[in-house]
């Protein structure tokens, strides 16, 4: 039974126009939902959660590094001949630690913090103290002193390295190793014989 005309199409757009009309929300719902919602937030740019994190970071860089000094070379000492090509006397030892009476060493420290070096002949005699005698040379991480041997003995070349400068030396053997024990400083100790 279809009606003639624009009749039958008025009556069928009416009914599907209130297909779903029981299912509508009440008048004025968005206004109530948004109000629940509270006000609408802004999003934050992501540097703004960042920069806290990288300002903590950048502060404890600063601070190992300040606080911590670079790491320093380990403390060496080196004694040698000065010149291999100069004539020794034919009754020259063997012994690398052997040396002859008018042979030129060179006495070398390097790496570590402060340093010194002292040369000391039969526990009782001060041959060198660097860095104060003129003989002594300042190398870019260290000291070097070259010195003629004139003098039959036992000698001994005491390394020193410490934070703040060494003690200096008296000229007294055992005075001299009791202020480096007070000083809390390990020195490098090498031997060598001049017969």
């Not at 009556?11 to 006000?39: F, T």
């Not at 034919?90 to 630690?97: E, I, K, L, M, N």
């Not at 402060?114 to 003129?134: G, N, S, T």
């Not at 070259?146 to 000229?171: C, H, I, Q, R, W």
Request: proline letters at 10%; charged letters at 25%.
């Amino acid at each position: 039974m279809t009606e003639p005309g624009d009749q039958g199409e008025a009556r069928i757009e009416a009914a599907l126009s209130r297909l779903g009309a029981e299912h509508e929300p009440p008048p004025g719902w968005e206004a109530r939902v948004l109000a629940a919602l509270g006000p609408e937030r802004r999003r934050r740019p992501w540097w703004v959660f960042a920069a806290p994190g990288l300002a903590v970071a950048v502060s404890a860089a600063i601070v190992v590094l300040v606080v911590r000094p670079p790491k320093q070379r380990e403390l060496e000492v080196a004694v040698r001949r000065k010149d291999l090509h100069q004539p020794l006397p034919v009754t020259r030892s063997a012994q690398p630690d052997e040396y002859q009476i008018g042979e030129t060493i060179q006495v070398t420290v390097s790496g570590g913090a402060h340093r010194a070096l002292w040369v000391y002949r039969d526990d009782r005699e001060l041959v060198i103290a660097c860095p104060r005698a003129p003989a002594c040379q300042s190398l870019d991480d260290g000291i070097s002193v070259d010195f003629v041997l004139k003098t039959v003995g036992e000698y001994k070349v005491f390394a020193l390295s410490a934070n703040a400068s060494p003690p200096e030396p008296s000229g007294n053997y055992d005075a001299d190793t009791a202020a480096i024990m007070r000083a809390r400083i390990e020195p490098q100790v090498r031997k060598f014989h001049v017969p």
